[in-house]
């Protein structure tokens, strides 16, 4: 009888199970208050989410030991805290971000015009537009303007404090135009979109390990007071583990629509959450206001991110850019440093290890450190674009 016990726990273990999701359990996780002394480089906590100043954040990374305390407080916020934080004034500057609003909508008038383009995982056909991998069309569109867009320190910081180093930055815009219904609660890439019947078949330990894969994140490229719509977020939803499996469970789902919280925002904040923690893009209630937020995805070196991204495309395009907004002085060696990391290919695996051995290492050169390499030495255009063709042609089996 106590061998058959430990049977059955270990099953419980290791096998998760809609049926086995208790709400009760649930309620004990999420009803729960941020104190904000837990957070010493927080501004304010409004509904149970940490708002930060981008600024003082800034200043607060000045020295190694400020920006690890810094990197391990959002870390901590994400995980076990609330699971999101707004970023007020991410982008001091809104005119890039403007800048970069005229691009979307030119992709959006276009994707109309042909017909083209997706929808939304978790709402009505017809209630946004969507420009599905915007970080490559944007990037191809506005060199640039992509340039000192993903130069922001915010977005490399928060990734950078969840991923680590050599993410792997993905991103779609979504439009919520007036009367736009909201999606439904979800949780996000990669458990997120699956169905039950799939999520049973993984071990407990990968519904753990699937959130740390992954950093969810918005740009605001309007002001979005709340009749406009903005994201639906549930604080510490991200802290229960069977939460894949929960949100198909009418019970769970209630209590989301009951509970969920929302926060206005302005045109240049950046939210960043967890991709566990249960959200849902609200109603755009609004007459007027067409809700537009480039959504970041960003994966960890060690993931598979949700779309292909033609990197070596991408590399070749900001380069020259970059250059020229080096050389001017118009971007600084971090700023670049930031936007070739949400560009280039940070990882060196995987590669074919008979033409691109590790020399003088343990991994091959990656595509990241081409371009930094090109940069300092100040190659031409066309030497940049041979290396970079030289490389991927190495990488191929």
């Known amino acids: ?21 208790d709400i009760e359990e649930f309620r004990v996780e999420v009803e729960r208050q941020t104190n904000l002394a837990d957070y010493p480089h927080a501004l304010a906590c409004e509904k149970n989410v940490l708002i930060y100043d981008s600024a003082s954040l800034v200043s607060a990374c000045a020295t190694t030991e400020g920006r690890r305390a810094v990197l391990a407080e959002i870390c901590e916020s ?15 500057d809104t005119t890039v971000i403007d800048a970069a609003s005229g691009i979307f909508d030119a992709i959006i008038e276009e994707q109309h015009r042909t017909n083209s383009g997706g929808g939304d995982h978790f709402a009505k056909p017809g209630a946004n537009d969507r ?8 990037c191809l569109k506005s060199p640039e303007n992509f340039a000192a867009y993903y130069a922001n320190a915010m977005i490399a910081l928060v990734s950078e ?119 849902a893009a609200g109603s755009n209630r609004s007459v007027d206001i067409k809700r537009v937020a480039n959504l970041l995805q960003v994966s960890s070196a ?71 390499e090109a940069l300092a030495g100040r190659w031409s255009e066309a030497d940049f674009r041979s290396a970079l063709d030289e490389q991927a042609q190495r990488k191929l089996s």
């Open 161 to 279: 404090a969840w991923l680590g180093p050599n993410y792997q930055m993905t991103a779609q815009v979504n439009r919520v135009n007036p009367g736009g219904a909201s999606q439904a609660a979800h949780r996000d890439y990669h458990l997120g979109f699956q169905t039950s019947a799939v999520i049973e078949q993984y071990p407990a330990h990968v519904h753990r390990l699937s959130p740390v894969l992954t950093l969810q994140g918005a740009v605001a490229h309007c002001d979005m007071p709340l009749e406009s719509g903005p994201t639906l977020f549930l604080p510490y939803s991200q802290t229960f583990v069977p939460g894949y499996l929960a949100l198909k469970r009418p019970e769970f789902r209630a209590y989301f629509d009951e509970h969920h919280v929302q926060l206005p925002l302005e045109n240049g904040d950046v939210v960043f959450f967890n991709p566990a923690l249960f959200h």
């Open 302 to 372: 060690f993931g598979r991110a949700m779309e292909t991204v033609d990197r070596v495309k991408m590399s070749a395009a900001l380069y020259p850019a970059l250059a020229t907004l080096t050389a001017s002085g118009a971007l600084s060696t971090a700023e670049a440093a930031n936007a070739i990391a949400s560009c280039a290919e940070g990882y060196s695996f995987p590669t074919n290890l008979d033409r691109d051995p590790p020399i003088g290492g343990l991994a091959p050169k990656t595509q990241a450190q081409l371009m930094h």
């Open 1 to 21: 009888m106590k061998t058959d016990n430990k049977a059955r726990q270990r099953l419980d273990r290791v096998w998760l199970s809609e049926d086995g999701c």
């Open 131 to 138: 420009i599905w991998n915007s970080l490559e069309k944007h």
């Open 78 to 92: 994400l995980s076990t805290g609330p699971g999101v934080a707004v970023f007020k004034h991410a982008y001091a």
